[in-house]
């Protein structure tokens, strides 16, 4: 599948700039364009129709888009499967089971609170309760992009294009006490975690999770396809 061979292929992209960018609030009549003003007009331009409408959608406030689909695989070493474990105690972010063909079901609903968006992803499992893993999008931050999980909890973000996909790459962690933040050494940081979106055949998009540590190699991948339900 081509969207699993974009997933190997990515390579660290050099060069990349440090100023703290802002992007644009949604216009009401071209759509959100946040995701958009983080990429060069070349990139944004280089994604499938459906990725630039799926990354521009304007929704009201809390309003949510929903998204079905199958997890194809989870696979993790061992180090990927203690960090999994060590991580529930801030909820859980990481894919905690090996698991391959189960459902899911993702929601993106609009956060009132930071002006960003709330991610919601529900995977089942072979045995007990899904697991509901939560998080928050928000525009701000040294890359214009951070991911916040919670418990103080949060990541600067990179956006990317590379082969008609979008790429998320994380470029510093970050823990926030008392209202400081704090940004993790690197010998403190669990590795580099990417998120790839690809469009795939019959309407449906690919979601590859994978965190590489320089030490101890991929620790955790996961791949799923995704329909759109409803907004």
């Given amino acids: 599948m081509r969207a699993e061979a974009v997933a190997f292929e990515l390579a660290p992209v050099p060069g990349d700039d440090i100023e703290v960018r802002t992007a644009p609030r949604s216009d009401p009549n071209l759509g959100d364009l946040r995701f958009r003003a983080l990429l060069r007009d070349s990139e944004w331009s280089s994604l499938p129709p459906a990725i630039r ?9 809390g309003g949510t888009t929903v998204y ?9 070493n061992v180090g990927g499967w203690l960090l ?16 391959a063909h189960v459902p899911s079901v993702v929601t993106v609903t609009n956060d009132k ?4 968006q709330i991610w919601t ?14 998080s928050s999008k928000r525009f701000a931050g040294p890359t214009g992009l951070e991911e916040y999980v919670g418990y103080g909890v949060g990541m600067s973000l990179d956006l990317r294009v590379r082969e008609g996909a979008l790429i998320f790459r994380s470029r510093d962690y970050f823990v ?7 940004f993790l050494p690197a010998w403190l940081r669990p590795g580099e975690l990417t998120v790839i979106h ?22 955790l991948r996961q791949m799923a396809l995704y329909r ?3 907004s």
């Fill in 176 to 182: 926030q006490v008392f209202g400081r933040r704090f």
């Fill in 84 to 99: 999994a474990q060590a991580l529930r105690l801030i909820g859980g972010p990481l894919p905690t089971v090996r698991c």
């Fill in 53 to 61: 409408r799926r990354f521009s959608k304007r929704m009201p406030c």
């Fill in 121 to 134: 992803r529900i995977y089942a499992r072979r045995h007990g309760f899904p697991q509901v893993v939560h």
């Fill in 68 to 76: 079905a689909g199958e997890v194809l695989e989870t696979r993790m």
């Fill in 198 to 219: 690809a469009e795939v055949p019959d309407g449906r998009f690919s979601f590859t999770l994978q965190l590489m540590h320089p030490r101890f190699g991929l620790m």
């Fill in 113 to 116: 609170s930071s002006g960003g």
């Fill in 228 to 230: 759109e339900l409803a």
